[in-house]
Structure formats: C-alpha cells, structure tokens
C-alpha cells in the first residue's frame, strides 16, 4: 500500500516538450517564461501555455473557498491537484501527444513547497501527484525573500493577497510580514526540491536578459534532435479557416 | 475513537486521540436505502441521549456545487473525478465530522471513502493512488454494508429514482444502452465492495430484508461500538 511511486522519476513516452518553471511569486519566473514562449514560436515551434490553478472547473470553487476563508490545508492542497489533473489531462497531455512544446507555469512541486509548508504531509502531498509526468525540463528561480518583496511592492499588483501571504496560518497580523515568513519558508522547501527533483536553478537576481540568454542556451540543448511536425505547413492558414477554429499562434 | 488511526499519511496537524466521539459509516451501492436507515439510527440514537450528526457524501459546502457542474457536462477525467470526491471529503471531515468528533458525538457518515475506493477501482488498474489520496481519513470504528444482488437493485432503482448517467457508469461506455450498463457497472461495484468487506473488516448486513430486519441488525452492531461511550449531556434533540 505504501511502496513509492516511478511514475514521478520516469520520463514521458510523448513526442512533445514539457517545459516548466518554478519559484516564489515576485521571483520573475512568468517573465521569464512568456520571453521564452516568444522566443519558441519566432523560432517556428507550436508552443502551448499553462498555469497554475486555472482550469475552469476549480477555479471558481478554489476563489469561492478562498473568498469564505474555509479551505484547509488539506482542502487547498486537493483542490490544487484537482485542477492539476484537469489540465493535465485537458491542456498538457494533448499537445504532448501531438508533438508540441508545452510551457507550464509552475508545476507539481509548487505543491510540493506550498502545501507542505501549510501542513500536509510531505509524503502524503508527493503520492497525490504520483498520476502527473514529468516535465523535460524544470528551471527553479532562485530569489531572496526580501528581492521578492521589494519587486511585488513596486510592482502593479499593488497589496499581497491573503492566501498568498499566508495569512491563513496566523503568522503574524501584518500582511508584509506574514508574506516574509511564509514565503521564506516556502524558498526551503524549494531548496529541498530541487536536490530531490533536480530541478534546474537559476540566479534570479539577475538581470533580465541574462537570465533569459542562459535559459534560451538551456532550452536550445535540450530540443536538439527534437523535430516538431511540419504538419500542414504553408496551408496551415486555410485548414483552420475551413472549421472556423481560433488561432492560438 | 480511543486508538484512532488514519488509513495512510494523516492529517499532520490533527491530534488523532483528541477524537473521542465515534464514527460509523454506512456504506452500500445506490439505492440500498442507506439514508432511510441513517435517519432512523439517529433517531434511536438520539431518543438514548446521544449527539449525533450525519454527513453525507457530496454535501459539503465548498464541493457540491462544483461537482454537480463536472457531472454536468461529463467532461471530467478519472483523476479530476476522484480528487473533486476528495476534497468533499475533506471538506467535510475538517469542517463537520472531527469537530463532532472532538465534542464527542455520535458521526453517522452516508457512505465513507470506499464509495470513492470502489468508484475509482472499477475506472483503473492503478488501485494505489486512490488509497493514497485518502490516507488522510481516519478509519472509522464501525462500518456498515448494506449488500444487494444487482438483480433486486436494478428493480428497486427502476421503481423509484429510475437510473442515472453517472450511477450507471456511462462514461465507462459498458453496456449499448442505460439498463445494461447499469448492471455491469453495479456488478463491478458491488465486487469490489465484496472485496473490501473482508479486506476492511465491514459488517455486512443484507439490504433485501424488511427495513425492520435490517435496522435491528444494524442497532446490533452499533450497541457494542457505544459501550463506555456516554451520551452527550443535553446534547441532540432526543437527549432533553
């Protein structure tokens, strides 16, 4: 009943690239990620976008427990891995098995880090994920606590949210303070991960283009001998026309 | 509860021998009349003096809604199902069941984690992950099954509530239309049920006996589990 799980360790037998990113919010990883996208499809790859706690199904549930206040750690933690699992099975494994690249941002070990920090049990939170794949390549950006904090105040998205300050765990009264606290026990948990996962680090104090060169160089390596699918190419344009599909590219 | 215990990884931030009410669970395909003998139980119990509360699957305040919309629109994959059944459960667990538990009360639960056990057995071959999933519940202190042969089900259903997409295990696509399917996919729940009676321990009751029958054999088993268990005082609406 208790025997660990491979499907975490083995790689996916699909013909598309899994490309993920990782790190506390304020560590610059969408940024990242969005430049590496562009990058992707100038170079003439099909590209797909994912993120965390998007699918339609939870989202909703996820915002409305938040909104009451009512999740546990145990309900939030399962409510991620529902939407996990939507997407997977809606959003990753398709354009996997069609041969395109995917791009998630963040992935089963933001759980990994996240909820364990709010009290699940870390073995408990791995075996929930034991049905995910995994990824070709996972970057984990590295970032001091207060970087991150002196990003998010500057930033546009103006006071931390509630959750993501964990303010749930009664940390402390104060909103920055709690933020401080519970994200910096988040980046050791991380810093677990990635010795367990061997994610990938990057110095995200760095500049922006410099992180993004070293990351384009990464990428470049990993997707040599790898052949996307000429497809329709040159008549692509009228196919999706025909069935009136809208054009993500 | 004096030894409770969790099926798995438990719930790290719980105290599990804070626990001092009991937890019975009543646990049958559909359309057993599980929820019939629930009510009666309270009732009994609740004349003697015990608090009791009753949860109920997919009633939590936070899921029900989400999973009726999935079932809605049929679009949900093994894993989503699962864990959306989950996290009802949890939901209620921390919100409901071990707060009652805590205060000592009586928790009569309509159906308990093999529901979700057998459901998700019968749609994959990995019958780990399922198992791990729930590690988190605690393993109740009696379970109930009411068994039925799937003959008298399919009757009973089609007399009453008459049978459903999702009770009739449609997205499995095992029959040619509802009745056959129905029956097929009852079939692989109760076999599962069965193997779970004897791997869990489950007291089995058979549900094709008068109600009467039935709520004595059931009164049988929940006497001894509420030995050295006093009522709540003043607690439930029997106990005044």
Redesign the interface.
């Known amino acids: 009943m208790n025997e660990p799980h491979a499907i975490t360790t083995a790689s996916h037998p699909y013909p598309g690239k899994l490309i993920i990113v990782e790190g506390i919010d304020g560590s610059g990883k969408s940024t990242q990620l969005q430049l590496l996208h562009k990058w992707l499809e100038s170079k003439g790859y099909k590209v797909f976008f994912t993120e965390w706690n998007s699918s339609e199904l939870v989202k909703e549930t996820t915002k409305r427990g938040k909104k009451s206040k009512s999740l546990t750690p145990t309900t939030f933690s399962l409510l991620h891995a529902t939407d996990f699992a939507s997407r997977l099975y809606h959003h990753i494994l398709p354009p996997l098995k069609a041969g395109m690249i995917v791009l998630a941002d963040r992935y089963m070990y933001t759980a990994f880090a996240r909820d364990v920090v709010r009290g699940v049990s870390a073995e408990w939170v791995r075996k929930l994920y034991a049905f995910a794949i995994k990824p070709d390549m996972a970057f984990y950006f590295k970032v001091p606590i207060e970087v991150a904090i002196s990003r998010l105040l500057r930033g546009t998205r103006g006071q931390f949210k509630y959750y993501e300050a964990g303010m749930d765990m009664n940390l402390s009264p104060d909103l920055t303070q709690s933020f401080q606290i519970f994200q910096s026990r988040i980046l050791t948990e991380y810093d677990k991960i990635v010795d367990e996962f061997g994610l990938l680090t990057m110095d995200a104090t760095q500049d922006i283009e410099t992180q993004q060169e070293l990351m384009r160089t990464l990428v470049s390596d990993t997707l040599r001998g790898y052949k996307p699918k000429r497809g329709t190419y040159g008549r692509r344009t009228l196919f999706w026309r025909r069935f009136d599909v809208h054009k993500s590219e | 509860m004096v030894d409770a215990r969790f099926f798995?990884?438990?719930?790290?931030?719980i105290n599990p021998s804070e626990l001092k009410g009991k937890l019975i669970a009543v646990e049958g395909t559909d359309g057993v009349g599980r929820s019939t003998h629930i009510e009666l139980l309270q009732e009994w119990l609740e004349v003697q003096g015990y608090g009791v509360i009753t949860t109920g699957w997919t009633r939590s305040?936070?899921?029900s809604?989400?999973i009726e919309?999935?079932k809605a629109g049929n679009?949900?994959?093994r894993?989503?199902l699962s864990?959306?059944y989950?996290?009802d459960f949890?939901?209620r667990?921390?919100?409901q069941v071990i707060p009652a538990l805590r205060s000592g009360f009586v928790v009569l639960a309509d159906r308990y984690i093999y529901t979700a056990l057998a459901r998700d057995f019968v749609r994959s071959a990995d019958r780990?992950?399922i198992?791990?999933?729930f590690?988190?519940a605690p393993i109740p202190d009696l379970v109930c099954y009411l068994r039925i042969d799937v003959e008298t089900l399919a009757l009973r259903v089609i007399e009453t509530t008459g049978m459903n997409y999702w009770e009739s295990g449609m997205d499995l696509r095992l029959g040619t239309d509802l009745y056959d399917s129905f029956k097929k996919y009852q079939s692989l729940l109760i076999e599962e049920f069965d193997k779970m009676a004897i791997e869990f321990g489950f007291n089995v009751v058979d549900a094709r006996k008068s109600p009467e029958d039935i709520q004595n054999e059931l009164k049988g088993y929940i006497l001894p589990v509420l030995q050295n268990h006093k009522p709540v005082v003043g607690a439930g609406r029997g106990g005044t």
């Open positions: 798995g990884d438990g719930l790290t931030y305040n936070l899921m809604k989400t919309m999935a679009i949900v994959d894993w989503s864990l959306l989950a996290t949890a939901d667990l921390e919100h780990t992950w198992r791990d999933v590690g988190f």
